[in-house]
């Protein structure tokens, strides 16, 4: 084990749990994880999955995640593969083909593909060594992020006997661990939990009415490295533009942005060259960055699980850190809000129902099995409906097993060569133009005869002295020759369809279920609430709650409460 450690990851030593995790793993047991943000949750299935012969398959929920994971391992020297609803068959096809016969070591895939004919067919046949469920409490439903295509990962195990599982999370609450480990199938039930407890996190609430003037006195007073979460996309660049006005260096993140906007700005972050992220919760999932010195909520989260698991991303190197929390009574009524948003009247989620099918052009009868495009925006235009109620009727019904809606995703452009290598010369020798474009694809991709193969425009163009309009009208050109396969880049989610359109009499929507989901999301916005009023130790409050035992925990004596600033 820490042979591998040091080869890989350059450390002489474990932190705490990740020996005993990777050890009753080796030894065949079903193990649930749950360590804190920056806790080290991927090497305690790394390890082990290196160490054995065959391929891990990690079911982790957001592409964002997966491409981040493969690549870290893939810089590490490690074989590593994705699998994800932006990719086409073809793609998706080859892919489970290098699995079987390439030596993988990880296959990284999302819920929704665990139900494919094609990965059923195909997975039979691996070597596989492990079963990997990232973020395991969306298996739950009483987890603060249900996935219903989690559900299909116990199937695995009919498919796969004998083969153990290893799930991790970084927050849970006793009643999830245990819905985990049963949705799970475990053979025996073993979990372990390192403790809510940072002890190098100092936690600081602060009421306040002047929002900006409090983010900017705490970005001067804490030096280093910062994330500030803001709850929607045009929140990260108005925060971002007043810092930046200050004086503070500062960027915004959200996922409104391509992915290659994303992964400059992350970098900027990872390398120092921006102090400040300001960002919606899609920034920081398997980001590695241990030296942040300080968290800030410019609004209230929605569950103490997520403010747990942001506030935690700061000092992840074990130095000194704070987590800040900016609130006054506006912050209440919009979470107020954002409940009633969250779950709508089940006659609205029946209409929208309705209107989805209608949208797409299906009567009723139809629509079985298949997958659109869909553009929230363009729905709710049309139809004249709040968005956020519109978007939960739809999460809503995915719960209930009508459909699936992928999270966005920004897929590349794809080109492949349509013809052989001696009809594309004669097609060159009769344009020059067209001849030195030909050459300079082919020197910057390989592989082009035999797979669609991810292109960036902008890169051909400063590769070949040319402009991003002139290589895409050259793509454009050979696509309609057909001689080039071309796929424009697209930005969108996909919503797959499982069953054909119900007429409103034959519409199931179980309310029992839903008032019990409402009555938990209620009761975690109570928390949440809680958590700002309170007179205990935040550290004591956190512990409580993830633990279910009252005053168990000793006082930090580091928050506000504590120290009473």
Same mark, same amino acid.
């Given at each position: ?15 705490? @749990? ?54 870290? $391992? ?83 195990? %009919?498919? $796969? ?63 280093? %490295? ?34 290659? =906007? ?17 960002? %919606? ?16 909520? !410019?609004?209230?989260? =929605? ?16 130095? =000194? ?8 009574? %506006? ?42 495009? !869909? ?24 719960? !209930? ?35 030195? !474009? ?55 989610? @996909? ?11 034959? @519409? ?33 409050? @956190? ?23």
């Amino acid at each position: 084990m820490k042979e591998i450690l040091k080869k890989f990851w350059g450390y002489d030593s474990f932190r705490p @749990l990740q020996e005993d995790i990777i050890s009753s793993s080796l030894d065949g047991k079903d193990v649930l994880a749950i360590l804190p943000t920056g806790g080290g949750k991927s090497i305690c299935f790394q390890i082990p999955a290196l160490m054995r012969e065959g391929t891990a398959i990690v079911v982790s929920p957001l592409i964002s995640l997966i491409n981040d994971q493969v690549n870290n $391992l893939k810089k590490r020297g490690i074989k590593a593969i994705a699998i994800h609803s932006g990719m086409t068959s073809r793609e998706i096809d080859i892919a489970l083909d290098n699995v079987c016969y390439g030596d993988y070591k990880f296959l990284y895939l999302s819920p929704e593909r665990l139900k494919t004919d094609l990965f059923i067919s195909r997975v039979q046949k691996m070597n596989v060594s492990y079963i990997v469920v990232d973020e395991a409490h969306c298996i739950s439903q009483w987890g603060y992020d249900f996935r219903p295509d989690y559900l299909r990962i116990s199937d695995l195990r %009919t498919y $796969l006997p004998g083969v153990s599982v290893i799930a991790l999370t970084a927050t849970a609450t006793v009643p999830v661990a245990q819905d985990i480990m049963q949705k799970l199938d475990f053979r025996e039930p073993l979990c372990f939990c390192s403790g809510f407890l940072r002890p190098n996190l100092s936690y600081i609430v602060r009421r306040c009415e002047d929002k900006y003037g409090k983010l900017l006195k705490v970005c001067s007073k804490y030096p280093g %490295t910062g994330i500030v979460y803001v709850r929607d996309r045009k929140g990260t660049r108005l925060v971002s533009d007043f810092l930046n006005t200050n004086k503070i260096s500062a960027d915004f993140y959200n996922a409104g942005l391509s992915a290659q =906007e994303r992964s400059v700005k992350q970098r900027k972050w990872l390398d120092g060259q921006t102090r400040i992220i300001v960002a %919606t919760n899609a920034f920081g999932m398997g980001i590695d960055k241990s030296d942040v010195r300080f968290v800030c909520h !410019f609004d209230i989260p =929605e569950s103490v699980e997520s403010y747990y698991q942001e506030a935690g991303r700061a000092g992840r190197d074990g130095k =000194e850190s704070k987590a800040i929390l900016l609130w006054n009574a %506006t912050d209440i009524k919009k979470l107020e809000s954002v409940f009633r948003s969250e779950f709508p009247s089940l006659e609205f989620i029946a209409d929208i129902y309705q209107k989805i099918f209608q949208f797409l052009g299906l009567a009723y009868g139809q629509g079985g099995g298949m997958t659109f495009k !869909f553009n929230l925006m363009d729905f709710v235009v049309r139809y004249r409906v709040n968005a956020s109620m519109a978007h939960s009727a739809i999460r809503h019904l995915e719960k !209930f097993g009508y459909w699936s809606l992928s999270d966005e995703f920004d897929n590349p452009t794809r080109i492949m060569f349509q013809v052989y290598r001696d009809e594309l010369y004669n097609i060159q020798l009769k344009n020059e133009q067209i001849d030195r !474009f030909v050459k300079g694809i082919m020197r910057l991709y390989p592989g082009l005869f035999s797979m669609l193969v991810p292109v960036d425009e902008e890169y051909i163009a400063r590769m070949t002295m040319s402009t991003t309009e002139s290589v895409k009208a050259n793509l454009l050109y050979l696509s309609r020759m057909r001689v080039l396969k071309y796929i424009p880049r697209v930005r969108s989610p @996909l919503l797959t369809i499982f069953n054909e359109r119900l007429t409103p009499d034959n @519409l199931y929507l179980p309310s029992k279920e839903y008032e019990a989901r409402k009555l938990v999301y209620r009761g975690r916005i109570d928390a949440m609430i809680g958590y700002l009023k309170t007179d205990k130790c935040r550290s004591q409050y @956190l512990s409580s709650y993830f633990s279910g035992i009252s005053d168990d925990t000793p006082v930090c004596g580091k928050c506000d409460i504590c120290r009473g600033i």
